[in-house]
């Protein structure tokens, strides 16, 4: 069976972003697994458990990932996609929160010097957990999280789809000696109304 493993848990955004790109792909088919961790993804992908590995671009251990898997492991494909909506939560009874939970990739999404504390999440969806327990006052993570819990939270700042982009990683190389690019993708069509302004 075809199976790609992304970073879970199930309903976060590599999650989310992953199925879409195999219904794309009209995969129908083919499993996902979600993994705690890139490192145990990756080991199944080198043992040949998975097939393929889906990863955001801006998820921090990529450089070292890419480095890590040379002549082993090779991106195959890239993508663009949006995210799931997401906010900035606070829980309904702190006045003036003072902790925020945060994946350490999307701190740069909005200005958080107004929280002294920042406690790091490998996912968004470990952040609403941690909200949800009371862990810290507030968390970025996705905006859902206060419509499925009425009353406990209050929506701090609207972020919304945050576009990124997406890596593909696979044993079989795919670009060998060219550049491995769309010639009519979307950018090139910009490209060329541009040389013809």
């Known amino acids: 069976m075809l199976t790609f493993g992304t970073l879970g848990p199930s ?63 090779h991106v195959i494909d890239s993508f663009v996609s949006p995210s799931q909506a997401m906010a900035i939560l606070t829980r309904s009874e702190i006045e003036r929160p003072s902790s925020l939970g945060l994946q350490m990739a999307t701190r740069d999404y909005a200005d958080i010097s107004r929280w002294q504390r920042l406690v790091g999440e490998e996912t968004t969806i470990a952040v609403a957990r941690g909200l949800l327990e009371g862990r810290y006052d507030s968390g970025l993570t996705l905006s859902r999280i206060a419509d499925e819990h009425p009353g406990r939270f209050r929506i701090e700042e609207t972020i919304g789809r945050v576009v990124d982009p997406w890596l593909v990683y696979g044993l079989t190389p795919t670009c060998r000696d060219d550049l491995l690019a769309w010639p009519d993708s979307p950018a090139a069509r910009l490209y060329r109304q541009g040389l013809e302004m």
């Open 11 to 73: 309903g976060s955004n590599h999650d989310w972003v992953a199925r879409r790109y195999l219904a794309f792909h009209r995969l129908d088919r083919a499993g996902l697994a979600l993994y705690d961790d890139f490192d145990a993804a990756f080991r199944d992908l080198l043992g040949e458990r998975i097939q393929h590995v889906i990863q955001a671009a801006v998820h921090p251990s990529v450089t070292g990932t890419v480095a890590r898997l040379r002549g082993r492991a």
